[in-house]
């Protein structure tokens, strides 16, 4: 079965589904936080839909200019698409779009992070979209 789905940008009332997509991974958001980010001008939001405007999946990408690169760097901070649609090319959209708004803004890298390991799916669903393993570490506080 062939997924029917569109991509749009997020709108103020995508936040409680953009919430429940997140809450389907184990991630916790609050519906205010995404409605700010949705309005955020360093991030991009969009939503595929099913055909009665239901959110199946989401991309969100930041950007922001970095010194190092004499340029702007992005980064996907969260993609997820519900059970019921993956492999049916959503996340494949979802990332093109992203891909391509990143075109638009002169992005000179583009990163994600996965947190699992190399046999973790999401990981050769990356690889097959371009992306490279890049060898760093990440460290953070908090």
């Known amino acids: 079965m062939t997924a029917s789905f569109k991509v749009r ?7 409680d589904p953009i919430k429940g997509l997140l809450a389907e991974i184990g991630h916790s958001a609050d519906a205010s936080v995404v409605t700010w980010i949705i309005s955020h001008p360093e991030m ?3 939503v595929a839909v099913d055909p009665l405007d239901k959110a ?3 991309v969100a990408l ?7 690169l004499a340029g702007r760097v992005a980064t996907i901070d969260e993609l997820v698409v519900t059970k019921a649609f993956r492999r049916q090319g959503v ?6 779009r992203a ?3 990143a075109k638009v803004l002169g992005v000179k890298r583009i990163e994600i992070q996965s947190l699992g390991g190399a046999d973790d799916p999401a990981v050769a669903f990356f690889r097959a979209q371009g992306f490279q393993d ?4 990440v460290f953070r506080q908090g």
């Open 62 to 68: 930041s950007h922001r200019p970095m010194i190092r």
């Open 91 to 96: 996340g494949r959209e979802l990332v093109k």
């Open 99 to 101: 891909l391509e708004r």
């Open 56 to 58: 199946i999946g989401v």
């Open 134 to 137: 890049a060898g760093v570490l």
């Open 9 to 15: 940008p997020a709108r103020r009332g995508d936040a």
């Open 44 to 46: 991009e939001l969009w």
